[in-house]
C-alpha cells in the first residue's frame, strides 16, 4: 500500500482530480471530510489494483468516483456565502473616464486613449458582471460622451484652423477694362 500511496501523491490524474474537487467544495461545511473520504477511496482502490498500476487503472478508479461535480452537489453549502466583489474596479475606471471627460480639451492626447480604456472596461463590466450593470453603463456613457467631445473638437479645430481656407475662391469671370478706355 505504500508504494501505492506514493502513486497517489504523484500521479497528475489524481492529483489534478483532487485539486478540482477541492475547489469545487469550497465553500461547504464538510469539505475536509470529504476530501478525506475520496482520498481513502483512491487508496483502498489503488491497494486492490493490480501491480503495476497504470494510467487506465487510474482513469477507471477516477471515473468510478465520477465527476467532481456530482460529489459536490450532495454536500451543503451555507447560505450566506457572498460572492467575490470587485466594485473598485469600477469606482476606479468611474472616476478614470471623469479625468478623461474633464482633460479632453487640455490634453486630448492623454484623455482619448484613457476614453478608450475606461469604455473597453466598462464594457466587460456590462458582459460579465450583472450585479454591477449600473456602474458598467455609467462608465460607457461618460467615455463615449468623451470620445465624442474629443471628435467635435477636433472637426471644429480642423474647420477653423488658423491658415485653414474658409471659404472657396470664387469661380465667377471678372471683368477685364482694356486700357483704351
Request: without cysteine; negative net charge; hydrophobic residues 50%.
Amino acid at each position: 500500500m505504500n508504494a501505492n500511496h506514493e502513486r497517489r501523491s504523484q500521479d497528475p490524474m489524481i492529483a489534478a482530480y483532487l485539486d478540482s474537487l477541492a475547489r469545487e467544495l469550497t465553500g461547504t461545511e464538510n469539505r475536509d471530510e470529504v476530501l478525506q473520504s475520496v482520498r481513502e477511496h483512491i487508496d483502498e482502490a489503488l491497494a486492490s489494483a493490480p501491480e503495476p498500476v497504470d494510467a487506465a487503472t487510474v482513469r477507471a478508479i477516477l471515473d468510478e468516483l465520477g465527476p467532481v461535480e456530482r460529489i459536490s452537489a450532495g454536500q451543503d453549502r451555507p447560505a450566506a456565502v457572498p460572492a467575490p466583489r470587485r466594485q473598485w474596479v469600477l469606482l476606479v475606471t468611474g472616476a478614470l473616464a471623469v479625468a478623461s471627460l474633464a482633460l479632453v480639451l487640455v490634453l486630448p492626447f492623454v484623455s482619448v486613449p484613457l476614453a478608450l480604456a475606461t469604455l473597453a472596461v466598462g464594457i466587460v463590466a456590462l458582459v460579465r458582471r450583472r450585479e454591477s450593470r449600473r456602474g458598467g453603463w455609467a462608465v460607457v456613457i461618460v467615455s463615449s460622451l468623451t470620445l465624442v467631445v474629443a471628435l467635435v473638437a477636433a472637426l471644429v479645430f480642423v474647420r477653423w484652423a488658423p491658415g485653414t481656407p474658409t471659404e472657396e475662391p470664387s469661380r465667377t469671370p471678372t471683368q477685364v477694362s482694356s486700357p483704351s478706355e
